[in-house]
């Protein structure tokens, strides 16, 4: 079975340091990986998703299928990156569906 | 465009109440979902449908039914809520298409349900 883990369950880092949200997965089909945001009192949200190999908000992940992690980097935090990060796997078959790490709740201190 | 409605937005309930939450969508989109999110545990999926009529299973569907009647609603009934159904409901819904040779997967959430089960 499928699964997404995420070993920080709180990140702290002061402005301007680099971050770095971590995630494994284990899945034994082609994975397809995504980073969802969630800011206080918002909706989750898209950040990333590994298939379209852009740069948002200064983000990026990189699909490492040897070490099976996606891990989420962005070399100079902002204040307002402090949100809930979740990363997820989609399967390919059976709707979509999505299985989501536990989370990461990242605070920016200035 | 309101993307992604839930109805309510906060509700409480006493134990073996019952109660349906609703989620609607305007993208035209073919897939949706139900989560809860618990502190700790992420998202998990409760049931979700590939389409008007059709309804499966999740991860944790017991003490959940669902029903997809319409195409853009999807809803989530409690039959007897228990204070382990306390929790914070999200809908999403995902267009089902192709990109670039798969099955594009984002899935776009609704504002969430904040239920409390006494």
């Known amino acids: 079975a499928q699964r997404v883990t995420q070993p920080e369950k709180l990140l702290s880092v002061f402005k301007g340091a680099p971050v770095e949200l971590k995630c494994n997965y284990s899945y034994s089909g082609s994975p397809e990986l995504f980073w969802y945001v969630q800011y206080s009192r918002q909706r989750l949200q898209l950040l990333l998703r590994h298939i379209s190999r852009e740069s948002i908000k200064g983000f990026t992940a990189d699909l490492n299928k040897g070490e099976t992690s996606f891990h989420l980097k962005k070399p100079f935090a902002q204040e307002e990156d402090s949100a809930m990060y979740y990363c997820?796997?989609?399967?390919?078959?059976?709707?979509?569906?999505?299985?989501f790490g536990e989370g990461t709740q990242l605070t920016v201190n200035p | 465009n309101a993307g992604v409605t839930q109805t309510p937005k906060f509700r409480v309930l006493k134990t073996g109440q019952s109660m349906t939450l609703l989620c609607a969508q305007d993208?035209?989109?073919?897939?949706m979902y139900w989560y809860r999110q618990d502190p700790g545990m992420g998202l998990r999926l409760i049931h979700y449908s590939v389409g008007e009529g059709t309804t499966a299973k999740g991860e944790v569907p017991d003490g959940y039914n669902v029903s997809r009647l319409k195409k853009q609603n999807f809803l989530l009934g409690l039959e007897s809520a228990a204070p382990s159904q306390t929790s914070v409901y999200f809908c999403?819904?995902?267009?089902?298409?192709?990109?670039?040779?798969?099955?594009?997967?984002?899935?776009?959430f609704g504002p969430g349900t904040r239920l409390t089960v006494l």
């Open positions: 999403a819904s995902s267009s089902g298409g192709l990109d670039r040779g798969r099955r594009y997967n984002e899935q776009f």
């Open positions: 997820a796997l989609s399967q390919e078959t059976s709707g979509s569906r999505l299985t």
């Open positions: 993208m035209n989109h073919e897939y």
